[in-house]
DNA sequence: CTGAAAGCGCTAACAT
DNA sequence: ATGTTAGCGCTTTCAG
């Protein structure tokens, strides 16, 4: 396990240009830089980033709490800043954040705090104000994805406004009978995701005049079996059955509509189903879903993160980005046979 | 961000008497810890990670190599893995691996090798010869898992076993014409876990003295679209659709099914369809799978992965872990209408 | 039981 | 353009 004095000594020069020669700071020669590096190569000598990290301040990782993994959303998130801060030459440091607030205070203030990260990316959990607090007195950079929060950068899009937008759709195509099977509302972790998009459906429907009251509303967990069972709830009894559905996301609407078939229902004929996220599964089951990019928020979360790294490592007033991407009806949906 | 010497200095000891009170090596009286401690509570102090790494040469870090995020089964690793590096006090850094040759290099020569981490999880990737020799050359642990390796411990299923028990569940059930659609065979990542589950499929259908040549095996991208598509082009021929399918993972499973159900054809009145995995979509699916728990897995890595780090810093001769839980066959199929 | 001192491997002034 | 020097924040002998 070299160290770059050993490189020094092969090379024949101090350890101070062996570091410019290969870090790239600071004036070396043409010549003595080819030494050093190849008697880095053979030596199969790799910076300590400890060390490294020890003087400069700076480790060339960043932290991303997320409270799930395996769901799609995220999974897709994750990955898009996975491949990002790779391009960056940054590692990317996990913390899965459960809603257990011991947990979650241990995460905060001993992993995030060891110096281990220069910034952190916040993934669909709403950070509190201590939490926050904490960060910026470090001069960590955060940044979050998915809903806003007050005092750091954030990443998302309108829920209020794409919940109404695929409302809308619905209405346009004649519906009148319009259920929102929506994520539990007491899910403490995220930007309140679920209420806003509880309140999107509720201002479409409101604006077009029809019912939209709590006999239109069921919470369901965030998954396609959370959809699937709350989908043979509601739609066993013809006489109850809406004839559109609004779910919270396309996991919950591709459970429903696995549902209804099974049930014998018809879709798009008896019943139309649309979601939110652009789900990868949605042409395959026939859903209509209002596109969005979670790889791209991922992807953009590290731009962001890069910029405050280079750009104000001092504290200065926070900006809210609003996700810039058009988010478009993809799929289609025939009209209802009976309104 | 106060130092140890801050807290050592409020708490009136030496540097050394901090650290040790913090650290809980070496002699601390009692009285004297409870002031450190109380002092570093005070201040918020948390240690420096890359000051204490670069003495002890630990960090307290575990690095993931993983081909996907967002496929199930490797993100109910993951999930595993996070869930026991926290608990035992152990940060995960997460590198994905694509099949790219240069970016993998990189990653392996460059990104692990950086003193970063203390023993490396490989998940489904078959490490080369060379990527091991460097890891062990650094006297760091090396776990997989989804295969097995020469040369490192690995936890794993019996592939060829498990692709025989659900074929033999198929031909006990009394169906001749079954097929198999597997993984990419040339997915160079994995651990040859797509020829192996052939194998075993072939073993089985071979013993019972039944058809599988290569008209009854097809391969498909390892993914619900994968398993649609490949369903849709198979099922559509009334007279060349075989009556039972052994599906090479059940998310292509799972998308047979919804083809399959498309066609109008009846599961499992008129197709049989079993995969292996035990995903948490199977009883929605109705789909009969061979369960493992690959969560498990993960934390079973992990403890692996903390024995070797305590037990033989030093390089010792590699164990073979199989994978011991118990595999059995969920759900039901009933008997073919028609052989 | 506690303190003084050395040094982990590197970078960043400051000299030259 | 290169070398010298002084730490970064911590742990760990070694004394006491």
Redesign the interface.
């Known amino acids: 396990?070299s160290a770059l004095s050993d490189v020094a000594r092969l090379a024949e020069v101090s350890k101070a240009t062996a570091s410019r020669a290969l870090s790239g700071n600071g004036y070396v020669s043409e010549e003595t830089r080819n030494r050093v590096v190849s008697a880095a190569a053979t030596m199969g000598y790799?910076?300590?980033?400890?060390?490294s990290?020890?003087v400069t301040g700076s480790?060339k990782?960043i932290g991303v709490v997320i409270p799930h993994?395996?769901r799609?959303y995220f999974?897709?998130v994750?990955?898009g800043i996975?491949?990002s801060l790779?391009a960056e030459g940054y590692?990317?440091?996990?913390?899965?954040l459960s809603a257990d607030a011991t947990?979650r205070r241990r995460?905060a203030?001993?992993?995030l705090?060891?110096?281990?990260v220069d910034a952190v990316i916040a993934v669909g959990i709403e950070l509190t104000a201590h939490e926050i607090g904490l960060l910026h007195s470090?001069a960590k950079p955060i940044i979050g994805i998915g809903g806003q929060v007050d005092g750091i950068a954030t990443l998302s899009i309108d829920d209020v406004a794409a919940a109404a937008l695929v409302t809308d759709h619905l209405i346009s195509l004649g519906h009148a009978r319009i259920m929102h099977i929506g994520g539990f509302l007491e899910d403490e972790m995220d930007f309140r995701v679920h209420s806003q998009r509880l309140a999107g459906y509720r201002q479409a429907m409101n604006l077009a005049g029809l019912p939209c009251g709590d006999e239109l509303f069921r919470e369901a967990e965030v998954s396609?079996?959370g959809g699937?069972a709350a989908g043979l709830a509601i739609l066993a009894d013809p006489r109850t059955r809406p004839s559109a559905i609004v779910a919270g996301s396309d996991e919950v609407a591709i459970?429903i509509i696995?549902a209804a078939?099974q049930l014998g229902i018809q879709i798009p004929a008896q019943l139309s189903v649309v979601g939110i996220d652009g789900h990868?599964?949605a042409?395959?089951?026939g859903l209509t879903t209002l596109a969005q990019n979670p790889k791209m928020q991922g992807t953009m979360a590290v731009n962001l993160a890069m910029d405050e790294l280079v750009e104000r490592p001092d504290r200065s007033p926070p900006t809210w980005h609003a996700y810039p991407m058009s988010l478009e009806v993809r799929g289609s949906t025939t009209a209802p046979s009976a309104g």
């Open positions: 396990m790799v910076v300590s980033s400890n060390a990290s020890l480790t990782n993994i395996n799609w999974g897709e994750l990955e996975e491949t790779i590692d990317l440091t996990l913390y899965r947990e995460v203030e001993y992993f705090v060891r110096k281990r470090l396609m079996p699937y459970g696995v078939r990868d599964l042409p395959m089951f």
